[in-house]
């Protein structure tokens, strides 16, 4: 099979499916090329327990795309294929840890109302400070969410931004502002406030950035993540992130892109003016133009034959993260959480703050299964009951500081030698289940059926999780906004014309905002 195509886009993540949306709405001709039998990459849901509990497999929560760009271009058009989201008005997000007291739990809780949020704080003046830093971040919210949505390495996209915050009068105050953005997550709560709920509230939301508490730009992301929750809260989709993706498929098929399923992508082709080709498992698709949405590993050691002077060696430097692991749960009731006020809240993390997320984080790092690791528990039912059986319950357990290939046990039960094995798997996941059962008794007692997806598990259902890295790369400030990848491709147009290079491993990073396809989209319209 030999085509041609006005532009060919390798992957079908959400990147590549929005800007191979956007461009389809333009009227241009576009192929989408995936390796596996389904679209979305870490996008889907099904039933991985038992029939009737449907479970979203990978990622579930899309703040971050209702919030963006590629949502303003395209929300009408998805609604309109049955695109349809599940969200709260009251309590979002919530961390529970030991109380200082025997028998006792520390709970904060987030509500959508900043203010009945704030009012929750008991150490004097934690309330104004949180309000505080609400509305420092909408005095800069164009800077911010400007730098999200913009080509950082264009000088004309940097004068843009720069001038607008100057037209707004927004300048005063830049170099504190700056100050903050580059601290830790720890760091920046600890400027700010003197009680512990903030942080045991806030730092474990760093690790759906790709960070750690103790790593820098955390004091630009909290705040980011927190504002986000409060004016867009937790959208889940009805009935199953499976239905996002199939209601972008129907519009991709609805404005003509060729859809090559089960088809590898094999080389880029590149002649004297560029790209002239793809080369696939399937034949040769003749294009000028190509979107990657690959790791900088597999497009600049792999896909091109003869990279750029330099990127080969520099994407082989290129650093992952840690690797993360999901745990499916089908419950044959909800969960009872002591404190019944977490009944009700979509997310929950089970941390103490930056100093238990820390330490996990920390034992990762080294190689070592955390000894207390932080649990994700997501209630998806709370927002979309259709996701179980009437009066049972799914649970969606996401730990993001464990390693992909073990060297240790930091609490020194398990043996490791063999990896990631299915013993290995069930002893981690009864650990896991035994810090939810502090909190909530009778959860363990309750489980019908799990299904666990390990970091090795994650690196083979997508090529683009180098080990087991969900998250496209470490978000740490070297190979972040202007350094992401790395300097030598920090943009997404690359050396070779006609090649663009986008996904989590490219500016704006991780997340389901489909960032970095939309802004490759506006470019090419």
Known sequence: MDASAGIAIIGSGINSLVAAAELALAGKDVCLIERQDRLGGFIDSGERTLPGFVHDTFSSWHPLFVSGGAYEVLGQELHARGLEYCNTEGAVTASVAPGPGTGTSRVAI?????????????????????????????TNAGTIFGAFGAELRSFREVLRIAFGAMRRGKLKGTEAFVRDSVMSGRNYLRSRFDGWETDQLWAPWLLHAGLGPDQSTGGVMLPVMALSMHSYGLPVVKGGASNFVRAFESLLRDKGVRILLDTEAEEILVDAKGVSGLKTSRGVVQTRTVLANVSPQALYAGLLREPPAGAAEAAARYQNGRGAMQIHLALNKPVAWLDPRLDAVPLVHLSSGSDSTGIACAQAEAGLL???????????????????????????????????????????????????????????????????????????????????????DLAAENPNAVKGDPYGGSAELFQ?????????????????????????????????SGGSGHLVAQKLK
């Open 370 to 456: 955390p000894a207390e690791p932080t649990v994700v528990v997501g209630q998806q039912c709370v927002l979309d009951p259709s996701r179980a059986p009437a009066g049972q319950a799914t649970l969606w357990l996401q730990l993001q500081e464990v390693p992909f290939d073990p060297a240790g046990d930091a609490a020194g039960q398990f043996n490791v030698d063999g990896g990631w094995t299915q013993v290995l798997k069930e002893q981690f996941m009864e650990r896991v289940l035994a810090r939810l059962e502090q909190f909530a008794p009778g959860t363990r007692n309750s489980v019908l059926a799990w299904d666990i997806l390990a970091p090795s």
């Open 110 to 138: 987030a509500h959508r109302d900043p203010a009945l949020t704030a009012s929750a704080l008991q150490s004097p003046g934690d309330e104004a400070a949180y309000l505080a830093m609400l509305a420092d971040l909408g």
């Open 480 to 512: 972040n906004l202007l350094w992401r990848p790395f300097p030598q491709a920090a943009n997404h147009r690359t050396p070779v014309k006609g090649l663009w290079h986008i996904g989590a491993s490219t500016h704006p990073g991780p997340g389901l």
